[in-house]
Every structure is written in C-alpha cells, then in structure tokens.
C-alpha cells in the first residue's frame, strides 16, 4: 500500500470529521432537530472533538455544543454533566479568535438559564480566562467575552462578586470607550447588570470610572447603545444619595432630557428611569431636576406615550411631589395633574393605573390648595369609580383608596367633594363627611349650597354606629342648622307630615 492511499484515509477521517461537525452545528440552530439530535447522544459525540487535531473542527464542535445549551436549560445541563467546561476553558488561551469567539458562545449559552448553571461556569475557572479575553486585540473577542460576563453577573450579587472579584470592572470600563458599537453597547450592558444588585457593586463600577463614560454616550445617536447607557446609569443612580449625586455631577442635565423625545420607546422609558430614580433619594435632587426643566420634560413624555413607557415618568412625578409643598406646586404648575389623569381612564394595565393614583395622591396630599388642583381636575370620582369597581387589583384598590384618603383629608373645595356622597362606600364616606364637617361651620354660603344640592338629605340617610367618628361627624354638621330643617330632611319626615295632615282636623 502506498503512501499516498494511507494518507488519503487519514483525509477522509478528517473530512468525515468536519463534515459530521458542521452537519451538527446546522441542525442544531434549527429548533426542529434538537431533540433527535439530543436522542442520538450529540453532545458526549462533540466532546471529544473539542480537541481535535484541526483548529476548525474544535471551533464548529465548540459552536454546536453552544447551540445545544442555548436552546434550552436541560440541553445546557447536559453540557455541564458530559465534563465539557473545563476542556473548553483550559483550551481557550492557546486558541485562536474564531475559537474563542465560539467558546465564550458556549460559555454565555449555559450561564444565561439559571444562577446554578452560572455557578458551574465560574467554578469551572472560566472567569479568569474570560478576563483574558477582554484584553484580546480582537473587538469580536472582547464582545464574546462582555457577552459571557453579562450572563453570569445579571443572575444575583454572589456572581456578580465573582465577575468583579476576577477583575472585569476595569476591562469593561476600557470596553465602553472602543470604537465599535456593539461592543460598546454590551460592556454598559453589563456594567448595568452588576451595578442593580447592590450599593457596594455599584460602587466598584463607579471606582473604576464609569460614569464619566457613561454620561459621555448619552447623546450618541446608536438607539440600542443609549438604552443600556441610561440603563447603567439608574442601577448606579438607584441604590443612595451618595451614587445619584456622583451621576448628576457628571452633566447628565440637561442632555438626559433629550432623550424623552427619542423616537425609540425603550430610550424614552430608561430616560425616565433614569431621572426617577435620582429624585427619588432628596428633595435637593428632585429641585435640581426641576430647575433643569426636567419635570416639564417628563410631564410631556407621558402625554406623548402610552402603556408601560409611561410607568417611570409617573413614579418619578409622584417622587418629586412627595417631598414637599414646593415640588408638589411644581408639578401643579408644569400641569402634570391632566396627564395623570389620563392614565388612569386610558390605561389597560393596573399597575399603570395604580402608579398614577399614587402621583396624584402624592400631589394633593400637603394642603387645601394642593387637593383643590388636584379635585378640580375631576379625579375624586374616577379614584372612588376604580376602588369600587370589582376587576380592580386588589393592590390597585389599596392605592385608590390611600389617594383618595390622602386627598379627602386635605380637601376643602366642597362642590368637588358633593358628587361623592352619592356614591362612596362607608370606607370613605367617613373622610368626605369628615371634610364637609370642618368647612360648614364656618361657611353660611356652603351650608346654603349643601341643603339646595340634597347634601344634607344625604347626610341623613347615613346609618352610622354611635359614638362613632362619622357620627361625630354628621353630629357636627346636623349642629350647623335648625332643627326643623334637620328633621324635614330626615328619612321618614314626609310621612310623619301626611300622617298629621290625615289627623288634622279642619278649622271650619
């Protein structure tokens, strides 16, 4: 036997070998053959391949096995049972670019379904090489590695720890100032991730000078990139004073506003994020906002938007109002109370609804002045309309309620509050009695005004127990009139005069 047919057995293996790999690696980005290819024992016929003599038959065996673990999480299970991690970290310094692209692939594929899987990764060592590769020259490298660390540290601290334990921070901070976008884009994004669980992580990507950076892409033009920028920099913003105050003095204001009015949905609602979450920590924080015309700005994105974008910009009026008289006349005067208002008839969703009873709440909370804004803008009836209506959430229903209440106590703008005698449950008939109570005796117009609009006739129908507060309260306001008119408007009065009309006998 020649030479040359002994070497053409050993090219038909190879062939064979690449021809098996690639097949796999196509199958397997089609959902429909994933699970003859799982019955066959695909990933245990890969694994060896992973060392193969041929840098392009470990690279495509890499890319099947990536494929398999991100279709589902017992694929990825499987993966990590059949010993493959820590082949495929060990292999990765001395490869090539193309194969660490694919195994960093692998790497995210598992760690992205469960915090277990994740665990497995980091234990396997593959932080420290992942760490390697974000120092590559090689951008798609970097990207496949960002990508890894991403997955792993989104799940809870204890991996993000890791993730910054093994010295990522730094790197990713680099990784946001290359030139290339998606690169860019999923360093912030991971960034982003480590910085929401806690206030010492986000410390850390502080430390290594993020936010600079970060505050720096605000105005870039690439959509997707701005979502994770605004993104990182509320799970910054959101866990202290301390964090917010290092993000607005890094001139956030005024270009964060500009992103308000961005064309893309997802800008405009981590925009909003972004400034909830820095007025929600002081009312120094919220003046700022204010002054910089950022209440005005949120006010406008919430008419202009409908659904879950809205979301954001409502908690963060209702931040701003809650902290003071001041603020609250602010958004008064931005004519935030409209937009509120309209979410709570407009939207769908009950969380929407109950974020908006709480603005308002928030906003008329503090004085008469304040609740006579908010009452004049017809809000009363339609808080009163979704706490009684019985497809409210329950948590939707405790939020009407604590706004009406919040509102009602300060309230003193009497025709607003007449509608509701007709209609509101004891719960909060209490509170609309309580406020007709302390007015009327000080007001002859509105005590006029209560007998000719059948306030008072209401009133009397009013079964309350003795002794208690709405009977103090309907005590009060039977004392601001004569008893005559008290008892002429008493349930059962019209026929106690029949019956003496019946028995009076004519004078002839």
């Not at 290339?180 to 010492?200: G, Y």
């Not at 109002?321 to 931005?334: F, G, K, P, Q």
Request: hydrophobic share 45%; proline share 5%.
């Amino acid at each position: 036997m020649s030479q040359r047919q002994v070497l053409q057995v050993f090219e038909q293996y190879q062939r064979a070998r690449t021809q098996f790999v690639q097949g796999v690696a196509d199958l397997a980005a089609r959902p429909q053959s994933i699970e003859t290819l799982r019955s066959a024992g695909v990933v245990s016929l890969l694994r060896p391949l992973l060392l193969d003599v041929v840098p392009s038959v470990r690279q495509t065996a890499a890319l099947g096995l990536g494929r398999l673990a991100d279709y589902n999480v017992d694929l990825a299970e499987a993966v990590v049972k059949a010993g493959i991690l820590p082949q495929l970290v060990r292999s990765l310094p001395e490869e090539n670019r193309y194969y660490k692209k694919t195994a960093a692939f692998v790497l995210r594929a598992i760690a992205k379904h469960s915090p277990q899987l994740a665990q497995a990764v980091v234990q396997s060592g593959a932080l420290e090489t992942l760490v390697i590769c974000l120092e590559d020259f090689d951008p798609g490298v970097k990207e496949g590695a960002c990508w890894a660390f991403d997955y792993i540290a989104r799940h809870n601290p204890e991996l993000s720890q890791a993730v910054v334990e093994a010295g990522a921070v730094p790197l990713l901070v680099l990784c946001i100032q290359e030139p290339e976008i998606a690169l860019k884009r999923i360093a912030a994004s991971t960034l982003s991730d480590i910085s929401k669980h806690s206030p010492e992580l986000a410390q850390t990507v502080v430390d290594a000078g993020a936010i600079a950076h970060l505050a720096q892409m605000i105005p870039n033009p690439d959509a997707k990139l701005k979502r994770q920028v605004l993104s990182a920099l509320s799970q910054i913003a959101k866990h202290s004073v301390d964090l917010a105050e290092l993000v607005v003095e890094a001139e956030i204001f005024p270009v964060v506003l500009t992103c308000l009015k961005d064309s893309d949905e997802y800008v405009k609602k981590n925009g909003a994020t972004l400034i909830r979450e820095i007025a929600k920590h002081s009312p120094e924080l919220s003046q700022l906002i204010v002054n910089s015309g950022g209440v005005a700005a949120v006010i406008d994105c919430i008419g202009s938007c409908r659904g879950t974008v809205r979301l954001p910009g409502i908690m963060m009026l209702g931040y701003v109002a809650a902290h003071s008289e001041n603020l609250s006349m602010a958004v008064i005067v931005s004519k935030g109370i409209p937009p509120l208002c309209a979410c709570l008839i407009e939207e769908h969703e009950d969380h929407i609804k109950a974020a908006a009873a709480w603005a308002l709440g928030q906003i008329g909370r503090h004085t008469a002045e304040h609740a006579r804004h908010v009452a004049g803008a017809n809000v009363l009836p339609t808080l009163l309309d979704i706490y009684v209506d019985t497809r409210s959430s329950e948590d939707l229903k405790m939020k009407a309620k604590k706004a009406l209440k919040n509102i009602l106590q300060k309230c003193t703008h009497l025709p607003a509050l007449e509608p509701l005698l007709h209609d509101a449950p004891p719960s909060i008939m209490k509170h609309i009695i309580g406020q007709f109570s302390k007015v009327l005796p000080h007001d002859s117009k509105a005590r006029r005004l209560f007998v000719t609009t059948g306030g008072l006739k209401k009133v009397q129908e009013i079964k309350a127990d003795a002794g208690s507060l709405l009977q103090e309260y309907i005590n009060t306001i039977n004392n601001c009139y004569p008893e005559e008119i008290v008892r002429y408007y008493s349930p059962g009065y019209s026929e106690i005069l029949l019956e003496r009309v019946e028995s009076y006998q004519p004078v002839l």
